[in-house]
């Protein structure tokens, strides 16, 4: 069976080269073998990415793994159903300039060598900007959506009440239409989805007067996402049986929310762990003392050894980030900078001149 390149990279069919890259990065961040050490299945897990991205990638080599599922040099698994052609490399036909066998193949055929049911709704997929505090404690994101909804005057069966769901005449309830057409392999025949039930291999007797015997029409609906404490910038959520509508009550497609943190004026991320500079006073620079320290999670007072210098880090353990999907959680590193006073008092001057020449002493 051929492998799904798309699945291996958890994108979607219509991702975005953007949306390719960052997929890419992720995974092959998480399963590089480095991290697994000795794991064979992590290994392979890692080339299969890397594969998966090397083709989807290339503008020619994806287009034809999109029209019949392999790249024409066993990229991709290979032709499916048994009447394709193996892992024969077209590479020789099509475009002189560029190989493409995609389009001379395509203008044979007509579209894909293989139907494909369209009964499954379509994904949707949209951005949602949080702040870090709420990275830090989890949410609920509320929103608006637009979408494809199941029809309420037929229930989603597409059909007027008191009608019946018939087989499709066009394919005989198989949703697909074959045709044969000539080509210089010989003859060759051509699967594809059937345009009268558009895969289902049902259609309504009489359909619905609202939706037209869809099975659904256009609404806005209230969406929430769980957004988890963790959640980092870049992040996707998938959210089942958010997206459109399936044709006549087939399966939902998911809504897909690409999470953007907004910078935070105070706090800088590094994955789970927090950066932040405190001013400290010179005085508790030199002889130490305690502070209070803005975290993630509220004020922390922490002590400050003697002879801290500018610029020097410390770390408060466990008051960074929540791992993501798990109890533990990053640090917080304090930068300090040292805070000299403007405007001294005579006292204060006479003091400093003291010490001063006791140093030099």
């Known amino acids: ?44 897990k890692f080339k299969e990415i890397n594969e998966a991205y090397e083709v989807l990638r290339n503008p020619d080599r994806k287009k034809m ?31 002189a ?6 389009d001379i193949f395509e203008n044979f055929f007509g579209g894909r060598g293989r139907a494909e049911s369209r009964t499954r709704g379509n994904d949707r997929e949209l951005e949602i900007t949080i702040e870090l505090k709420d990275a830090v404690t989890g ?7 637009r979408k494809l909804v199941t029809c309420s005057t037929c229930d989603g069966k597409g059909a007027e009440e008191g009608t019946k769901i018939v087989q499709c005449s066009t394919c005989s309830g198989t949703g697909q239409v074959t045709r044969t057409v000539n080509s210089f392999f010989g003859q060759i025949r051509q699967q594809s989805v059937c345009p009268q039930c558009e895969g289902s291999g049902q259609i309504p007797e009489k359909p619905c007067r609202t939706c037209k015997g869809d099975g659904r029409v256009q609404d806005s609906v209230d969406v929430t996402i769980d957004v988890p404490a963790g959640i980092d910038e870049g992040q996707t959520l998938k959210v089942r049986g958010q997206g459109d509508a399936g044709l006549r009550g087939a399966e939902s497609g998911d809504l897909f929310a690409h999470v953007r943190v907004q910078p935070d004026p105070q706090f800088e991320r590094e994955g789970a762990d927090i950066k932040s500079i405190v001013g400290v006073p010179v005085l508790d620079a030199i002889l130490g003392g305690t502070i209070d320290v803005e975290t993630v999670h509220g004020k922390s007072t922490v002590q400050v050894p003697e002879g801290m210098q500018p610029g020097q880090m410390f770390r408060i353990r466990g008051k960074g980030m929540p791992a993501l999907g ?35 002493a």
């Open 1 to 44: 069976m051929a492998k799904d390149l798309y699945g291996v990279l958890g994108v979607p069919k219509d991702a975005s080269p953007e949306d390719l890259k960052k997929a890419y990065r992720k995974m092959s961040k998480e399963w590089h073998p480095d991290k697994h050490k000795g794991n064979k299945d992590a290994e392979n």
């Open 139 to 145: 949410m609920k994101f509320p929103l608006r959506l």
């Open 97 to 102: 300039n560029t190989g493409d066998f995609g």
């Open 326 to 360: 798990r109890t533990s959680f990053g640090d917080h590193y304090v930068t300090l900078n040292v805070k000299i006073p403007e405007k001294l008092s005579r006292k204060e001057k006479k003091i400093l001149e003291e010490w001063k020449k006791e140093r030099g």
């Open 65 to 95: 793994y999109d029209q019949f599922g392999s790249t024409g040099n066993g990229q991709g698994g290979g032709f499916n159903g048994g009447q394709g052609f193996g892992g024969f490399d077209f590479s020789g036909f099509g475009n």
